[in-house]
């Protein structure tokens, strides 16, 4: 599976909006780009995935760089519970996929 | 509604004694399952998965062992314990077909070694 590589830390500003970055050099044409985050002493959660479109949901909007070599995660109005681990995945579907998870970017959303 | 269930939550266990640690998914049938690491202040280790009843993947050798009884439930199991297994540990699941892809995680099972 392709690496990933994302700033290990980050601050942003309640109500602001916050930009998480991964670059994904490597990746293959059938793997996708998976965002998850881990708040302290919790089982990590999905947040949203990609293959080539960009994408948006209620939590957050993943942007895709057209060569597909890097991606941004878009908190639009960053609160104090978005504080947690974000960690960005590449990993084709298939039946007996698994996701290795790096180690992230620890985001702190400041009042 | 899909739910997933870990137990026990917490555990402390002398070094030498043995470990079962317990995941069922309830609402789905046929998933894939995973087991988890996370030691402290680091990022999660694949231990196992599993796609179906009977088949287990290891990604890491250790002195650790996972189960799949039945078709929602997954076991982790050791034998006898090293300091090293303290951790928390993750159960998780997803759908065994389609292009979805999202994992499902459990509350988490923290297991200190003494």
């Known amino acids: 599976d392709a690496k990933t590589t994302q700033p290990p830390s980050m601050d942003c500003a309640e109500g602001r909006a916050a930009n998480l970055p991964c670059n994904h050099s490597?990746?293959?044409?059938?793997?996708?780009v998976y965002w998850y985050r881990q708040i302290h002493s919790q089982g990590p959660q999905y947040i949203i995935h990609?293959?080539?479109n960009n994408e948006t949901n209620e939590m957050a909007s993943l942007i895709i760089t057209e060569d597909r070599k890097s991606s941004t995660l878009i908190l639009p109005h960053a609160t104090l519970r978005d504080t947690a681990v974000y960690y960005c995945i590449v990993s084709p579907v298939s039946n007996d996929y698994k996701l290795s998870f790096g180690a992230g970017t620890t985001v702190t959303v400041r009042a | 509604s899909q739910t997933i269930h870990q137990w026990p939550a917490t555990l402390v266990q002398p070094v030498g004694s043995p470990l079962s640690l317990e995941c069922t998914v309830e609402?789905?049938?046929?998933?894939?399952l995973y087991w988890y690491r996370q030691a402290a202040g680091r990022g999660l280790q694949l231990l196992f998965y599993s796609v179906g009843i009977g088949q287990i993947s290891s990604e890491v050798p250790q002195n650790l062992s996972a189960s799949r009884p039945q078709d929602r439930q997954f076991i982790l199991s050791s034998k006898k314990l090293l300091l090293s297994d303290s951790g928390f540990y993750l159960c998780?699941?997803?759908w065994g077909t389609g292009a979805g892809g999202e994992l499902f995680f459990g509350e988490g099972s923290r297991l200190t070694v003494l």
């Open positions: 609402g789905t049938s046929n998933p894939n």
């Open positions: 990609g293959l080539k």
């Open positions: 998780a699941w997803r």
């Open positions: 490597t990746i293959s044409g059938n793997e996708y």
